[in-house]
């Protein structure tokens, strides 16, 4: 019998095959074989599948090809971006596995959605395609709509899952119109064959011949749902209230993932198909950076609830990370990829910590919950000393070095009043991060609260504090990573 | 050119005439006896008039969740069956593992209860 096959390489999606099998299995092993109130077994296994996809990305190292006409690409950049966010899964998911039942919201579809919002970055790190980033910012909006309602019957859940939906599907309407926009003018979505579109255009050029207009209009579309998605300023409004009613895991691994994802993905369309229009969109992207580093820092300085404090500051970070793009060098893309393993690991660990302090019925967001931290639980106050330090950008932790490298990427492309702002909201936000350290260590008790440290979640926040150290102290580390990967986007 | 049009514009004048006679002559000649249940706009389904806001049962949303993922499996199907002689085995893989997926899907439902009406 002759089987023919067509010319695909299958390899180059091995990833997402794995991801998506494994969690498609566990949705399965879950609702045969794992009886209720036992779904951290569940947990394990989704961590087992995790390991899987992080082996896969093995025997592709080094590896350049894309295939499926061009819609998928595999390179050190989609491998290096795979292991942060399978890193960023790993952690949301060790930190879930005592939350959930102690807030009596144990489902066993939590892991699976977790996979699959996790193949969903994977896919946007890997595609060279509209249509396929838009699938894959769906498949990530969509899981998460679920995860943000997971703390069911709690209403502020319930909220924050609604108000994140409905404009969602709005960000997605604008991504569609977009892309809409783009093929009219271009006839095509593949983002190789935008760059070739534009270097035509632009080479037949003449004063008669007018500019690429629908494709600007259509790239402004787009720009404005990654802005949503990655909340940017004036597209941040949902981000305070959705990151303080999710779940605070669920919580956590937005605040970076989905950064991390829907940065990549425009990143790749920036780098592929946009280099040619640069004085078009770098303009535009850097007032949005620097309205976000200074709506996020200074709106984060009013808050006294720590979560949605987190939250503000979540949004000034999506700035300070937008610099490496707006600064469109080789330098910047490093950066990006620097800030965002330093402020991954930053982030998750703070919310480790609040997690931990979490009780059941009454949530350990205020301010009043940390003070005299110190002296009833030292470990644990000096490890969320040390994630506000790096918030901050203090040496000598990872994220110091982060916002380092993204300024002086910036500063090299000539962006000197955007690292003027920078500088400026990181001495704002110095403030609100040091007033928990304050609390926590000059303030004498309020409150008895008692931390739930369970030993997975206390060797998480030990291992995220450890990295977040030894990234401040040895950046080459991870740096010659960043480089190679930078070589191979082109960039 | 135009004239190949003809025939459907005579069928639009014959329609647009069966109209026009059939009512207006109904109107004329036919009997008046207008009652409750004649005068709605539709003679059954739901009451036309009411409160805009009002409670249906939520069963309903799992019936439409039901219809996608088999609407979804008929998009992807009818295509699939006009070239399926063309991709012949590789074809049938493919769309497997896709029916595999959709049937993960159609099992979770099921082992949820979401089938069970009461």
């Known amino acids: 019998m002759n089987i023919a096959f067509p010319d695909i390489n299958m390899l180059v999606i091995l990833p997402l095959i794995v991801i998506f099998g494994s969690a498609l299995a566990l949705l399965l092993i879950d609702l045969f074989f794992i009886p209720a109130g036992n779904k951290k077994i569940t947990g394990y296994l989704a961590l087992a599948g995790l390991l899987f996809t992080g082996l896969a990305g093995v025997p592709l190292w080094g590896m350049e090809e894309s295939s499926f006409s061009g819609m998928v690409v595999v390179d050190t950049f989609a491998l290096t971006l795979n292991v942060i966010f399978i890193i960023i899964a790993a952690i949301t998911i060790i930190i879930s596995l005592d939350y959930l039942p102690r807030q009596g919201i144990e489902q066993g579809e939590f892991y699976p959605l977790i996979l699959f919002a996790t193949g969903s970055f994977v896919l946007l790190a890997q595609s060279t395609n509209l249509i396929l980033i838009f699938l894959g910012i769906e498949l990530l909006s969509i899981t998460l709509y679920v995860l943000t309602g997971f703390a069911y019957p709690r209403l502020s859940s319930e909220e924050a899952a609604m108000k994140y939906l409905l404009l969602g599907a709005f960000a997605a309407g604008f991504f569609v119109y977009g892309i809409a926009l783009i093929y009219g003018e271009t006839m095509t979505v593949d983002l190789n064959q935008i760059r070739l579109y534009l270097t035509e255009l632009e080479s037949s050029s003449t004063a008669a011949v007018p500019g690429p207009t629908l494709l600007l209009i259509g790239g402004a579309l787009v720009l404005i749902a990654f802005s949503f998605k990655i909340a940017l300023v004036p597209f941040h409004m949902w981000t305070p209230d959705v990151y303080e009613g999710a779940p605070t895991p669920v919580t956590a691994f937005m605040s970076v993932g989905t950064k991390g994802a829907a940065l990549a993905a425009l990143i790749r369309i920036v780098t592929i198909a946009l280099p040619t229009v640069q004085d078009a969109w770098v303009p535009v992207l850097a007032v949005l950076a620097a309205a976000t580093m200074i709506v996020g820092n200074v709106g984060a300085v009013a808050q006294t609830n720590v979560k949605r404090m987190l939250a503000y500051s979540s949004v000034g970070h999506a700035g300070y990370i937008v610099l490496g793009v707006v600064a469109m060098s080789a330098h910047g893309i490093e950066a990006f990829l620097f800030y965002l ?41 000096v490890a969320m000393a040390l994630f506000m330090l790096s918030l901050a950008g203090v040496p000598p932790t990872a994220g110091y070095l982060g916002k380092f490298f993204v300024f002086a990427a910036a500063w090299e492309s000539g962006l000197g009043w955007l690292v003027l702002i920078g500088v400026i909201t990181s001495a704002i936000a110095i403030f609100f991060y040091l007033r928990i350290i304050v609390r926590m260590f000059m303030h004498e008790p309020v409150r008895d609260v008692q931390p739930a440290l369970h030993r997975s979640i206390t060797w998480t926040i030990a291992v995220a504090a450890g990295a977040v150290l030894l990234f401040g102290f040895m950046p080459n580390l991870f740096i010659d990573l960043a480089q190679r990967s930078v070589i191979a986007l082109g960039g | 050119m135009l004239e190949a049009y003809l025939p459907i514009f005579v069928l639009f004048l014959f329609a647009l005439f069966v109209a026009v006679f059939v009512i207006s002559f109904s109107a004329l000649l036919g009997p008046q006896k207008p009652g409750e249940r004649k005068l709605k706009p539709y003679e059954s389904g739901m009451e036309p008039i009411g409160q805009a806001i009002r409670r249906f049962p939520v069963k309903f949303h799992v019936v439409a969740m039901l219809f996608i993922l088999f609407d979804i499996e008929v998009v992807f199907f009818l295509p699939y069956a006009l070239v399926f002689r063309e991709l012949s085995v590789y074809g049938l893989a493919v769309m497997g593992v896709f029916f595999l997926i959709l049937v993960v899907g159609f099992v979770y439902e099921w082992k949820k209860g979401a089938l069970q009406w009461e």
């Open chain 1, 341 to 381: 393993l330093a402020y991954s690991l930053t982030n998750l660990g703070a919310f480790a910590v609040i997690i931990v302090l979490e009780q059941r019925g009454e949530s350990a967001w205020s301010l009043d919950d940390f003070s005299g931290l110190g002296q009833r639980q030292p470990m644990l106050a």
